[in-house]
């Protein structure tokens, strides 16, 4: 009997090990599945919708006033509603309308351009989105596969993604201010919260609400400091250099 076991932990010993937290063979092929998944679930819904109505179409007029924009801007350099006159600040997302406009070299369907823009930067988020779960689990690839999963799925972030309109490159956008700041990047994170200003002003909350958690932080730790001379004080001068970039683009901003 004792022979038995001995042959049993012997063969299990010898078995391969599948490590759901971190699998070389897991995380490799996981990320191009997950994106590619994404990429085909709104091409096939974008095909259903088509098949229903007979048509291509956006949900909302908002989608069609960032397209007049950007035509606009495209033909006449100038960014207003009606051809080249009354010049206005009118549009929220300036940095989309920009890139539709930019787009607008390249083919004259707004619904291919729209929708590539709209696909291509949920495919981005969803990317992210990963890489910041893992961050947040300790490199853990199975909860990152399946929260992407369930950001994949998540039928109001489908809709909007198809809506052309900026929202899901305001995701995108969003979710690297976040990655960036948990890395402590100054430089990227800066970017990331000033393009994400351009495309949607709830960005000025987002940074807002950054500069709150690392006053906190550096104030909780200081206390803490007095009871434990071992702990290490807060670095807050990384955050120093996101302030000046972001306040810099953030000028910008209002001055368009």
């Given at each position: 009997m004792k022979a038995k076991n001995i042959q049993k932990d012997k063969a299990l010993s010898l078995a391969p090990k599948f490590d759901f937290k971190y699998n070389?063979?897991?995380?490799?092929?996981?990320?191009?599945?997950?994106?590619?998944?994404?990429?085909?679930?709104?091409?096939?819904?974008?095909?259903?919708?088509?098949?229903?109505?007979?048509?291509?179409?956006?949900?909302?007029?908002?989608?069609?006033?960032?397209?007049?924009f950007a035509k606009n801007l495209n033909e006449y350099g100038s960014f207003s509603y009606y051809k080249n006159e009354l010049q206005t600040s009118g549009s929220t997302a300036p940095f989309y309308t920009a890139l539709l406009a930019i787009?607008?070299?390249?083919?004259?369907?707004?619904?291919?351009?729209?929708?590539?823009?709209?696909?291509?930067?949920?495919?981005?988020?969803?990317?992210?989105?990963?890489?910041?779960?893992?961050?947040?689990?300790?490199?853990?690839?199975?909860?990152?596969?399946?929260?992407?999963?369930l950001m994949i799925f998540e039928w109001r972030i489908i809709w909007v993604s198809l809506s052309g309109m900026e929202t899901s490159m305001a995701i995108c956008f969003l979710l690297l201010s976040f990655y960036f700041y948990r890395l402590q990047k100054p430089v990227q994170l800066a970017l990331s919260i000033g393009i994400f200003l351009w495309l949607r002003p709830e960005a000025l909350i987002l940074f807002i609400a950054f500069l709150l958690d690392i006053i906190y932080r550096y104030s909780f730790v200081r206390l803490e400091k007095k009871k434990n001379k071992n702990i290490l004080l807060a670095n807050i001068k990384w955050f120093l250099k996101v302030f000046y970039i972001f306040g810099s683009i953030s000028v910008g901003y209002f001055l368009f």
């Amino acid at each position: 009997m004792k022979a038995k076991n001995i042959q049993k932990d012997k063969a299990l010993s010898l078995a391969p090990k599948f490590d759901f937290k971190y699998n070389s063979f897991l995380l490799k092929y996981s990320v191009p599945v997950l994106l590619l998944l994404s990429g085909l679930l709104l091409v096939s819904i974008l095909n259903t919708a088509y098949n229903q109505n007979g048509y291509f179409g956006f949900p909302l007029d908002d989608s069609w006033i960032h397209l007049q924009f950007a035509k606009n801007l495209n033909e006449y350099g100038s960014f207003s509603y009606y051809k080249n006159e009354l010049q206005t600040s009118g549009s929220t997302a300036p940095f989309y309308t920009a890139l539709l406009a930019i787009g607008f070299f390249v083919t004259s369907n707004e619904f291919i351009l729209s929708y590539f823009i709209g696909i291509t930067f949920l495919i981005i988020s969803v990317w992210v989105f990963f890489l910041l779960i893992r961050l947040e689990f300790n490199q853990s690839v199975i909860i990152a596969v399946a929260g992407s999963l369930l950001m994949i799925f998540e039928w109001r972030i489908i809709w909007v993604s198809l809506s052309g309109m900026e929202t899901s490159m305001a995701i995108c956008f969003l979710l690297l201010s976040f990655y960036f700041y948990r890395l402590q990047k100054p430089v990227q994170l800066a970017l990331s919260i000033g393009i994400f200003l351009w495309l949607r002003p709830e960005a000025l909350i987002l940074f807002i609400a950054f500069l709150l958690d690392i006053i906190y932080r550096y104030s909780f730790v200081r206390l803490e400091k007095k009871k434990n001379k071992n702990i290490l004080l807060a670095n807050i001068k990384w955050f120093l250099k996101v302030f000046y970039i972001f306040g810099s683009i953030s000028v910008g901003y209002f001055l368009f």
